[in-house]
């Protein structure tokens, strides 16, 4: 509507590659959006971004305090215990506070709103899962190639 | 400022359609800014989300976010996407007479 010239999105496939708190959020939150906008998701989950799909682990995902300037603290605070537990639940406060839910429950609402989720088969193999590690919302496990068909004719975020 | 005319009411609208002022709003008007938004007829499930909103903001100042709508308002959100395809947040504020939702969730 801003610019007529430019073709509006109308599919995107987003790789989540990251397992920490905030390596998985915007993955999630650029998903959500693209569906309240009536644009078509799929979600790649690979690496460790796996664990945001894992059901023991996926609602114990943390904020990386050490080697992430941007935190403002040294890492040398950053390793002691409870540090990343301690960021994790400030971060995890303000987020609710803007009805940004914890993991599980963004998963099941992008899921809801009609996002697809994928797991990386590589990743899988690597880390000896099978699909019964994964939460209910996760369409299936497949390759690189599989995800290329899938992304097909859209934009493609690696996160 | 450009405005509209629902259910013989002329009101300021904002360039993409949103009612500038929700208290000019009514429940006759909603069916018709339905219409343009592609909703031929409001069901109850409509007009439970609508109230909703209605509701909501009265009692926050604010307008539901999607997750709201499912947490507080019992709105399950794979019902508000069929309910408002192609935008279930702008499309639900718009038609309950609100501005624009300016969040990201």
């Known amino acids: ?159 | 400022m450009p405005s509209k005319t629902f259910a013989g009411k002329t009101v300021d609208v904002d360039n993409e359609g949103f009612l500038v002022n929700h208290e000019d709003w009514t429940e006759e008007m909603a069916p018709e800014i339905a219409k343009e938004e592609g909703i031929d007829n409001l069901t109850e499930g409509h007009w439970k989300v609508i109230r909703f909103i209605r509701k909501d903001y009265q009692e926050t100042g604010q307008i539901p976010t999607i997750r709201r709508m499912k947490n507080a308002g019992g709105i399950p959100t794979n019902e508000l996407y069929e309910l408002f395809p192609q935008g279930p947040a702008k499309k639900s504020a718009k038609v309950a007479g609100f501005g624009k939702p300016q969040g990201c969730v």
């Open chain 1, 1 to 159: 509507m801003s610019d007529s010239k430019s073709e509006a999105i109308k599919k995107v496939s987003i790789v989540v590659s990251k397992g920490s708190l905030e390596g998985v959020y915007p993955g999630l939150i650029m998903a959500n959006g693209a569906r309240m906008e009536g644009i078509e998701a799929n979600l790649f989950f690979t690496f460790f971004g796996l664990d945001a799909i894992i059901k023991k682990r996926m609602n114990k995902l943390k904020v990386a305090t050490v080697g992430n300037p941007a935190m403002h603290i040294p890492s040398v605070l950053g390793i002691i215990p409870g540090m990343s537990a301690f960021a994790t639940s400030k971060m995890m406060k303000e987020m609710d506070k803007l009805d940004i839910p914890p993991v599980g429950e963004f998963i099941e609402m992008v899921y809801d709103a009609g996002t697809k989720l994928y797991a990386c088969k590589a990743t899988v193999d690597m880390f000896h899962l099978s699909i019964d590690d994964f939460c209910e919302q996760t369409d299936s496990i497949i390759n690189v190639g599989k995800f290329y068909e899938i992304a097909a004719g859209g934009q493609i975020i690696f996160t």
